[in-house]
């Protein structure tokens, strides 16, 4: 079992940036490949980043590449999504996951979520 919550969402106008933090409790972290996704209003949740258990593999959405970078502190159980040049497409709940084994792209492949936080992004 792992526990995680995301934090540093809130209202940014375009061209801007933000941090996400995804803290995570429970059994081991590093055991753990995580990914990034995003709903938008009326919309399905949708795939944003990847990355493995150590941090060196990370694979993203077409729409945020060269743009958002995900990494991971596993001294202190903690995922992050930097992400710059926002967009107000951007604008969703974004959420963080945890599975088991490799990264995955397909949210149905993972079995942890924490409650999301929502990013705004004004034009």
């Known amino acids: 079992q792992v526990q995680l919550v995301e934090s540093g969402g809130g209202l940014v106008q375009a061209g801007g940036s933000l941090r996400l933090s995804c803290a995570a409790s429970?059994?081991?972290?590093?055991?753990?490949?995580m990914g990034w996704f995003r709903q938008a209003p009326g919309k399905g949740r949708e795939f944003v980043s990847t990355i493995n258990w150590s941090g060196d593999s990370t694979y993203y959405a077409d729409s945020v590449k060269g743009r958002f970078t995900a990494s991971r502190d596993n001294a202190k159980n903690t995922m992050y999504l930097q992400m710059s040049s926002l967009k107000p497409e951007d604008t969703a709940v974004y959420y963080c996951?945890?599975?088991?084994?490799?990264?995955?792209?397909?949210?149905?492949?993972?079995?942890?979520w924490g409650q999301g936080t929502k990013v705004t992004v004004s034009s």
């Open positions: 996951a945890a599975r088991s084994g490799s990264w995955a792209l397909n949210p149905y492949d993972y079995g942890y």
């Open positions: 429970g059994r081991t972290f590093s055991s753990y490949a």
